[in-house]
């Protein structure tokens, strides 16, 4: 019977190697918590494993397969669908998506090999199928994987913080105007949040240097 949930033994599951899929420490401990006290969750989705007889390739569950492994469990709810290697990527690419968060240079890895070998460099029609736009696709398959694990190096060393704030139509109005003028000021960014964020930083120097030379505080 089609998505008929059956238990299978842990040992018998294994990881997919492509899975981008990440939890935080803090989830995961959440994850845990939450199956022990209800003894409750989702059936995990697995198709019969290409590499090992008798076992089976997860392909939605990783965390949870984790978590019952963390409380003792022996086996495993799950439902087993007979899906080729394509439909696979497709559906870690999207079902994952929706907890955790995504190793980048995998994930890369997942589209690539989609927009590649199944699409045909059609990104548009894979775009229908998965979370990212057309062009995010376009972007992040040019991405070199090398590159992207430098940046994530580089982030790593810098927090970003978010701001957030309502204005009424004159005081946006009279902050796009400031933003537009400093960024002649500012140095070359590829996207328009970072550039705005230079802006933004380099008017508040601006006004402290110049409270500080008046001695305005």
């Known amino acids: 019977m089609v998505n008929q949930v059956q238990s ?3 040992d018998k599951l294994v990881a997919h190697p492509d ?4 939890m935080s420490k803090a989830k995961f401990a959440k994850l845990i918590r939450n199956i022990e006290w209800t003894g409750r969750y989702e059936p995990l989705v697995v198709r019969p494993s290409p590499q090992k007889l008798e076992c089976f390739q997860i392909i939605n569950g990783h965390h949870r397969w984790r978590a019952l492994k963390e409380l003792g469990y022996k086996t495993a709810d799950v439902v087993v669908w007979d899906v080729n ?3 696979t990527d497709i559906m870690l690419a999207t079902l994952n998506r929706l907890g955790g968060s995504d190793v980048l240079d995998k994930k890369l890895t997942l589209l690539k090999r989609l927009n590649k070998s199944a699409f045909d460099g059609r990104t548009a029609e894979l775009a229908k199928l998965l979370p990212q736009t057309s062009n995010q696709i376009k972007r992040l398959t040019g991405l070199k994987i090398s590159d992207c694990r430098k940046a994530i190096e580089n982030r ?3 927090t970003l913080n978010p701001l957030v704030f ?3 139509d004159k005081q946006q109005e009279i902050i796009e105007n400031a933003l537009s003028a400093a960024m002649g000021k500012v140095e070359e960014h590829r996207t328009k949040a970072v550039k705005n964020a230079a802006a933004l930083t380099y008017i ?3 006004f402290l240097t110049s409270a500080k030379s008046t001695g305005k505080k």
């Not at 899975?19 to 990440?22: V, Y």
């Open 85 to 87: 290697d394509q439909d």
């Open 166 to 168: 309502f204005l009424n």
């Open 204 to 206: 508040a120097q601006y």
């Open 19 to 22: 899975n981008p899929n990440r």
């Open 8 to 10: 299978i033994a842990l």
């Open 156 to 158: 790593k060393s810098q």
